[in-house]
């Protein structure tokens, strides 16, 4: 997969306007983890991904493995991000950018991502940011949110739901 690629599928299921957006919630979010984890999980992680996006995780930061919390990894993408993002469309973001990530790398680089982040059952969960993954992923579940997806089969059209091009019934 490459560069648009990447940013396109993420548009596509964030809903963002343009590229520029949704680069900038693709950076925040990889740019923040990137902090968090230790740079070999980041850049074993990042590996399986676009040049571009990887950088993200590896080039762009300057400290690895600093110990912050799930409420600081949300304020620093929501900063990041900009657009006046706030935290809850911060973690939604995340959260969707981690589904795609989880599906473009190996399972074991994913895994180690998540031995990483500690998981409690207090507000510093970071099982949070897994949320989307452990519900089985964007998939069809989010599909059908956003009217795409699987759509049940066509039953026989009843004269009410049958009309001609121009709007009008059908005789």
Same mark, same amino acid.
């Given at each position: +997969?490459?560069? !648009? @690629?990447? #940013?396109?599928?993420?548009?596509? %299921?964030?809903?963002?306007?343009? #590229?520029?957006?949704? $680069?900038?919630?693709? %950076?925040? =979010?990889? +740019?923040? &983890?990137? *902090?968090?984890?230790?740079?070999?999980?980041?850049?074993?992680?990042?590996?399986?991904?676009?040049?571009?996006?990887?950088?993200? +995780? =590896?080039?762009? $930061?300057?400290?690895?493995?600093?110990?912050?919390?799930?409420?600081?990894? &949300?304020? %620093?993408?929501? !900063? %990041? @991000?900009?657009?006046? =993002? !706030?935290?809850?469309?911060?973690?939604?973001?995340?959260?969707?950018? $981690?589904?795609?990530?989880?599906?473009? $790398?190996?399972? /074991?680089?994913? !895994?180690?991502?998540?031995?990483?982040?500690?998981? /409690?059952?207090?507000?510093?969960?970071?099982?949070?940011?897994?949320?989307?993954?452990?519900?089985?992923?964007?998939?069809?579940?989010? @599909?059908?949110? #956003?009217?795409?997806?699987?759509?049940?089969?066509?039953?026989?059209?009843?004269?009410?739901?049958? #009309?001609?091009?121009?709007?009008?019934?059908? *005789?």
């Amino acid at each position: +997969m490459n560069f !648009d @690629e990447f #940013t396109g599928e993420i548009q596509h %299921r964030l809903e963002l306007p343009d #590229t520029g957006r949704t $680069v900038r919630a693709i %950076r925040a =979010t990889l +740019m923040t &983890l990137g *902090e968090r984890i230790p740079d070999g999980a980041a850049r074993d992680l990042a590996a399986s991904l676009p040049i571009e996006i990887k950088w993200y +995780m =590896t080039g762009a $930061v300057v400290e690895h493995g600093q110990r912050f919390d799930w409420q600081e990894f &949300l304020s %620093r993408v929501s !900063d %990041r @991000e900009g657009d006046r =993002t !706030d935290k809850s469309e911060a973690a939604y973001h995340s959260r969707i950018i $981690v589904d795609f990530v989880a599906s473009q $790398v190996p399972p /074991s680089d994913f !895994d180690q991502l998540r031995n990483q982040l500690p998981e /409690s059952g207090d507000d510093e969960n970071w099982g949070k940011l897994f949320e989307v993954v452990d519900s089985g992923g964007w998939g069809d579940a989010q @599909e059908a949110q #956003t009217g795409g997806g699987p759509q049940p089969a066509a039953g026989p059209r009843t004269d009410s739901e049958s #009309t001609g091009v121009d709007g009008e019934t059908e *005789e």
